[in-house]
T-cell receptor
Framework: GQNIDQPTEMTATEGAIVQINCTYQ??????LFWYQQHAGEAPTFLSY????GLEEKGRFSSFLSRSKGYSYLLLKELQMKDSASYLC????????????FGTGTKLQVIP | DTAVSQTPKYLVTQMGNDKSIKCEQN?????MYWYKQDSKKFLKIMFS???????INETVPNRFSPKSPDKAHLNLHINSLELGDSAVYFC???????????FGPGTRLTVT
């Protein structure tokens, strides 16, 4: 099974940089996703990591260390519209590659 | 062009009733999912189908019955609704089981 931990809430200032961490313990690992979910809306895909290292996509970057069971999502030049929940999700290595979501980190961006 | 659509968006009903939620995707994906998101915002997988075959069937009361008539549709029927069933139900799809998922807008179910 999967055990995924994320901070429940974070607050950051507009224009700043924020790092949202995710740690996981898993019986088998085959990739990690980050999704963004605005209040009252559906989750939307942000990034996917399966190999160690940093994946950059515009203002958002995601990092993975498989040996440490650790990932982070880095948001640069924060904007008010980045206020949302950020969900870490782990895919296992079993035959059907089940994806398990963490409880999410609610990020509030303040002026 | 809605990629993943769900109906209805809101559903208010009384305990003991039976209700259905419908989901359709026009992305040509072969896998569809149902998730439940409770008041604490935890997104929990309920079912998944790949090419109309049931793949994941989590510990969900058997009052919940999914049905996939074809790869583009996955419906969820709930019998004898209970207060604890109140939540937002999301449908999602992906190309390949466990890959990047596209979510529908959600159905907010309120049981009174």
């Amino acid at each position: 099974g999967q055990n995924i931990d994320q901070p429940t809430e974070m607050t950051a200032t507009e224009g700043a940089i924020v790092q949202i961490n995710c740690t996981y313990q898993t019986s088998g690992f085959n990739g990690l996703f980050w999704y963004q979910q605005h209040a009252g809306e559906a989750p939307t895909f942000l990034s996917y990591n399966v190999l160690d290292g940093l994946e950059e996509k515009g203002r958002f970057s995601s990092f993975l260390s498989r040996s440490k069971g650790y990932s982070y999502l880095l948001l640069k030049e924060l904007q008010m519209k980045d206020s949302a929940s950020y969900l870490c999700a782990v895919r296992d290595s079993g035959g059907y590659q089940k994806v398990t979501f963490g409880t999410g980190t609610k990020l509030q961006v303040i002026p | 062009d809605t990629a993943v659509s769900q109906t209805p968006k809101y559903l208010v009903t009384q305990m003991g009733n039976d209700k259905s939620i419908k989901c359709e995707q026009n992305l040509g994906h072969d896998t569809m999912y149902w998730y439940k998101q409770d008041s604490k915002k935890f997104l929990k997988i309920m079912f998944s189908y790949n090419n109309k075959e049931l793949i994941i069937n989590e510990t969900v009361p058997n009052r919940f019955s999914p049905k996939s008539p074809d790869k583009a549709h996955l419906n969820l029927h709930i019998n004898s609704l209970e207060l604890g069933d109140s939540a937002v139900y999301f449908c999602a799809s992906s190309q390949g089981h466990g890959y990047e998922q596209y979510f529908g807008p959600g159905t907010r179910l309120t049981v009174t």
